[in-house]
């Protein structure tokens, strides 16, 4: 499947589109020159209609039927560091892109627009900054990923996030055992370094880890 790309207001993430194309036609081959031979003709749009917002449309036509499938979406950007402004135009790109192949081919991704990442490490990372039910807001709302796939993803983030715990804990009960040359300083020292790091695993795990407890 021979896909026309016209990019429009940008002039990059051409691996990130490729990836969503996969998603739905095999052997898809994109063609970024104007006048290139395809079967089908993908026009992105980005513009930024306001300070701090931007706009993304996809729109795919069918160049033998003439059918056309588009899609917007808007998303606000505040004053952030370039490569965050970076990640988040590329998810509104990919938004906008995943909705409409979507669309034209009736197929739905469960794991929405991610390709390429962890989703686990993702959830992580996010865990450390929100409560659990934000983040599956987040990859709901920005992800378009489907609830099935949200429930494994944070079943298996907060077994992570307690097998971690457990772990951390068991090292300094196993150190505290053994003769040692630091100062009570020190030690108190070394157990708050862990104790910190025990908080920050389960940053964001509810009490739907309780589930996964022993006994």
């Known amino acids: 499947m021979k896909i026309r790309v016209l990019r429009r207001g940008f002039d990059d993430y051409s691996t990130e589109i490729f990836h969503i194309c996969r998603l739905f036609y095999e052997g898809v081959q994109l063609v970024y020159e104007p006048e290139g031979e395809a079967e089908l003709e993908l026009g992105l749009e980005l513009d930024e209609p306001g300070a701090g917002e931007i706009r993304f449309r996809a729109a795919l036509s069918d160049l033998?039927?003439?059918?056309?499938?588009?899609?917007?979406?808007?998303?606000?950007?505040?004053?952030?560091?370039?490569?965050?402004?970076?990640?988040a135009v590329k998810r509104g790109l990919g938004y906008a892109l995943l909705q409409t192949l979507k669309e034209?081919?009736?197929?739905?991704?469960?794991?929405?627009?991610?390709?390429?990442?962890?989703?686990?490490?993702?959830l992580h990372n996010m865990m450390r900054e929100h409560d659990l039910e934000t983040c599956k807001q987040i990859l709901r709302d920005e992800y378009l990923i489907t609830e099935p796939k949200i429930e494994l993803l944070t079943d298996i983030a907060v077994?992570?996030?307690?097998?971690?715990?457990a772990r951390?804990?068991?090292?300094?009960?196993?150190?505290?055992?053994?003769?040692?040359?630091?100062?009570?300083?020190?030690?108190?020292?070394?157990?708050?370094?862990?104790?910190?790091?025990?908080?920050?695993?389960?940053?964001?795990?509810t009490r739907k880890s309780a589930r996964w407890a022993p006994g």
């Open 159 to 165: 077994r992570h996030c307690f097998i971690l715990t």
């Open 64 to 87: 033998s039927s003439g059918q056309l499938w588009s899609k917007e979406h808007t998303r606000r950007i505040g004053d952030e560091p370039e490569i965050q402004r970076k990640r």
């Open 104 to 122: 034209a081919t009736g197929l739905e991704q469960p794991w929405g627009i991610l390709t390429g990442v962890r989703p686990t490490k993702l």
């Open 168 to 205: 951390s804990a068991s090292i300094s009960v196993s150190r505290s055992a053994r003769p040692s040359a630091l100062t009570a300083r020190s030690r108190r020292t070394t157990f708050a370094e862990t104790t910190a790091r025990s908080a920050r695993f389960w940053k964001g795990c």
